[in-house]
């Protein structure tokens, strides 16, 4: 990261970081790189910069207009988490989402069937949870749709990205694509190795909290922030994190999302393979071959959309009687925490609770509110 830019372009990046409108933050970007010198010290911030510019432009675009007609690319989340089916035309997107869901989607051999978002519900075991068809983003030859943008940007909302991969049609090529595009649009689809919090303050300099290992100094987090007009800040570290960690969430705002690679029409072929396999190792996300058409690997597939989600099911009981659906909730939630999602008085009043399932070492143990909760976990919360 250059810590030493113009003071004319940290200024405009300082006022890009806190414009709100998307015509504020265009102007704002598009004078703080006319201001960055280029050469090789700057070439990775221009780059992303110049991105995330031509993505702030497109949201503008295609931004609806006050009091006109609701956005078709809309689609309000309901069940326990909301995943995206993300390709290229004719990968079979629309057919998996029939073979998941509910939904009768149009499903034919001509592409670009689906204009507009598509959702439907699959039920996991005692579950709901909703998968939306996105419209290509690919054409069969693999240049970008003109609405690929839109669908990209209705992913960087869900809660997990299935890349759908057409196994006829160079499925490596569309593989890289899709990672490439996704990334223009801020979301890096691989495991995250840490998560960066900023926190902007009105005083007290600049302070670095860590819950893990950073390999880097203070000195250095000073520096970067301050290059973009950061001079307050808390900034906290979870996990094993660099300064490429930091520069990312500080400078390009990098969101990541939890991914799923479909490796689909596997009947029909297993070209390049393996290196598709290998992308997804290094990206950290799991890789599933499925027939849509053949209905092969749907049990598989359904059984790694709840995992990577990272949700968990508890069941709650009263005076013997256990509740019919469970509660869904993210992965490592306390007992605290779910009393408090039942109802903040029965948190405040929390005793004590009793624990049935894979976290306890004894059945209907008793533990406190900090006791964390497993998959398919009974509890009975006692209060005062």
């Not at 909302?157 to 196994?167: G, Y």
């Not at 490439?180 to 495991?191: A, I, Q, S, T």
């Not at 290998?278 to 058409?293: D, F, W």
């Amino acid at each position: 990261m250059p810590t030493n830019l113009p003071a004319e372009a940290k200024a405009k990046l300082a006022k890009y970081r806190e414009a709100r409108t998307h015509e504020e933050k265009i102007k704002a970007l598009e004078e703080a790189i006319s201001c960055i010198p280029h050469h090789k010290h700057t070439e990775k911030m221009l780059r992303q910069l110049k991105k995330r510019l031509a993505q702030l432009r497109r949201e503008l675009e295609h931004k609806p207009v006050k009091g006109g007609k609701r956005d078709e690319f809309s689609v309000e989340k309901e069940g326990a988490a909301q995943v995206v089916l993300l390709g290229a035309t004719n990968s079979g997107k629309s057919s998996l989402l029939a073979a998941l869901t509910n939904a009768t989607p149009d499903i034919a051999d001509y592409p670009m069937t689906t204009r507009k978002p598509t959702p439907g519900m699959m039920v996991y075991e005692d579950i709901e949870i909703q998968v939306v068809e996105l419209p290509a983003i690919l054409t069969e030859a693999l240049e970008e749709t003109s609405i690929a943008y839109k669908s990209l940007g209705m992913a960087r909302n869900a809660d997990l990205i299935a890349v759908v991969l057409d196994a006829t049609n160079k499925p490596l090529e569309q593989l890289k694509k899709i990672v490439e595009m996704l990334e223009d649009v801020g979301v890096v689809l691989k495991r995250e190795r840490a998560k960066v919090i900023l926190e902007k303050k009105d005083s007290g300099g600049i302070r670095l909290v860590t819950f893990g290992r950073f390999h880097g100094t203070v000195d250095e987090v000073k520096k970067l922030l301050e290059s973009v007009g950061i001079r307050n800040a808390v900034v906290k570290i979870i996990g094993d994190a660099t300064m490429e960690d930091i520069e990312e969430q500080v400078i390009y705002e990098f969101v990541y999302k939890k991914g799923l690679v479909i490796l689909n029409k596997f009947d029909v072929s297993a070209e390049q393979t393996s290196e598709i396999e290998e992308l997804s190792m290094q990206l950290g996300i799991p890789l599933v071959k499925t027939s849509a058409r053949e209905g092969k690997g749907l049990v598989e597939l359904k059984r790694l959309i709840f995992e990577n989600l990272g949700l968990i099911r508890v069941y709650t009981q009263k005076d013997g009687i256990v509740a019919r659906k469970p509660i869904v909730v993210p992965s490592g939630t306390t007992v605290g925490q779910l009393a408090y999602l039942i109802h903040k008085e029965l948190a405040e009043s929390f005793r004590y609770a009793r624990v049935w399932g894979k976290s306890v070492k004894i059945q209907g143990q008793k533990v406190g509110a900090d006791h964390v909760l497993q998959d398919k976990d009974l509890v009975e919360i006692f209060a005062l």
